[in-house]
């Protein structure tokens, strides 16, 4: 019993009215437009992305980080970008003493149920000198309480799409295409097929120099993530 699908109906969301026409016209590797129509979630991301200072004194290479995922699904879809930077401009204005966890705290205060779960990254799984893979974890989530598959609720992705940010991509993170990983020929968790990440609200490690052996940096990022195919995608509502 799938209990577990978006709040509201998502099958009128269609993600080709947020990448602009060019997307894919300034480097990096192209995103491919999705194969099914509408998503199955709508999210805005809010957290933390974490950059050690490299041999060469930048601060250049991501350690991953942690995101607090929220449904963004009962927001009619216009107002996803819009939302998403006034959520930016709030968590960027925060004091430092101020959590990514008091900021899920305080969401799911206000209006709870729609706090979806968790994004991080673990070593890649097929591969450990590979680097990291990014997850998206909804197990754990109110909403997926009764569902008799929460246990395969996350999503662990390969990355093969990455373009720059359209609007300021020295300060806010790269767009990206990440459909999930295969491990042994089986896909490594069923939230999601494909995962694009957009509507990027800073993120970017700082393009000033550093010493080695620094402690992590963790720079605040807020964005969207859509998440297509899975085996949620029946509970997509019209
Ligand atoms: C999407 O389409 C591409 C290209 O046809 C294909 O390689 C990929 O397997 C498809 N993904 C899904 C989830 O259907
Ligand atoms: C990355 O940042 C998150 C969020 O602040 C933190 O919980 C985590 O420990 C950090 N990871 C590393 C490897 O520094
Ligand atoms: C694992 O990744 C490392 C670093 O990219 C690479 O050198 C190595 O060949 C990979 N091993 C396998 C078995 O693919
Ligand atoms: C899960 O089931 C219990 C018992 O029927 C119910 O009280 C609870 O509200 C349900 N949780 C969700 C998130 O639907
Ligand atoms: C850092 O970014 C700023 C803003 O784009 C740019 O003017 C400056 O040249 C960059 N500095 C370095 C060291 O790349």
């Given at each position: 019993?799938?209990?577990?699908?978006?709040?509201?109906?998502?099958g009128?969301?269609?993600?080709?009215?947020?990448?602009?026409?060019?997307?894919?016209?300034?480097?990096?590797?192209?995103?491919?437009?999705?194969?099914?129509?509408?998503?199955?979630?709508?999210?805005?991301?809010?957290?933390?992305?974490n950059?050690?200072?490299?041999?060469?004194?930048?601060?250049?290479?991501?350690?991953?980080?942690?995101?607090?995922?929220?449904?963004?699904?009962?927001?009619?879809?216009?107002h996803?970008?819009?939302?998403?930077?006034?959520?930016?401009?709030?968590?960027?204005?925060?004091?430092?003493?101020?959590?990514?966890?008091?900021?899920?705290?305080?969401?799911?205060g206000?209006?709870p149920g729609?706090?979806?779960?968790?994004?991080?990254?673990?070593?890649?799984?097929?591969?450990?000198?590979?680097?990291?893979?990014a997850?998206?974890?909804?197990?754990?989530?109110?909403?997926?309480?009764?569902?008799?598959?929460?246990?395969?609720a996350?999503?662990?992705?390969?990355?093969?799409?990455?373009?720059?940010?359209?609007?300021?991509?020295v300060?806010?993170?790269p767009?990206?295409?990440?459909?999930?990983?295969?491990?042994?020929?089986?896909p490594?968790?069923?939230?999601?097929?494909?995962?694009?990440?957009?509507?990027?609200?800073?993120?970017?490690?700082?393009?000033?120099?550093?010493?080695?052996?620094?402690?992590?940096?963790?720079?605040?990022?807020?964005?969207?993530?859509?998440?297509?195919?899975?085996?949620?995608?029946?509970?997509?509502?019209?």
């Amino acid at each position: 019993n799938l209990t577990g699908g978006s709040i509201c109906p998502t099958g009128g969301f269609n993600i080709m009215a947020e990448l602009p026409a060019n997307i894919n016209d300034n480097g990096g590797e192209p995103l491919p437009m999705p194969n099914t129509s509408a998503p199955v979630y709508t999210t805005l991301s809010v957290g933390m992305q974490n950059y050690t200072c490299g041999c060469d004194g930048q601060w250049a290479y991501a350690q991953g980080g942690l995101t607090y995922l929220f449904d963004i699904s009962c927001l009619p879809q216009m107002h996803h970008k819009p939302f998403t930077s006034f959520i930016a401009a709030i968590w960027d204005s925060a004091p430092p003493t101020v959590t990514n966890q008091d900021f899920e705290a305080l969401v799911e205060g206000i209006n709870p149920g729609v706090g979806l779960g968790l994004h991080y990254w673990i070593p890649n799984p097929i591969n450990a000198s590979a680097g990291i893979s990014a997850v998206w974890d909804f197990s754990k989530a109110e909403r997926f309480q009764n569902d008799t598959n929460k246990a395969n609720a996350f999503l662990v992705a390969a990355e093969t799409g990455n373009v720059p940010d359209p609007i300021n991509p020295v300060i806010n993170s790269p767009w990206l295409y990440e459909p999930v990983l295969d491990v042994n020929g089986q896909p490594d968790g069923q939230l999601a097929t494909q995962v694009y990440r957009f509507n990027s609200n800073g993120g970017q490690a700082p393009n000033t120099s550093c010493t080695p052996g620094a402690p992590t940096l963790q720079v605040k990022s807020t964005l969207d993530f859509y998440f297509y195919g899975g085996a949620w995608e029946d509970t997509i509502q019209q």
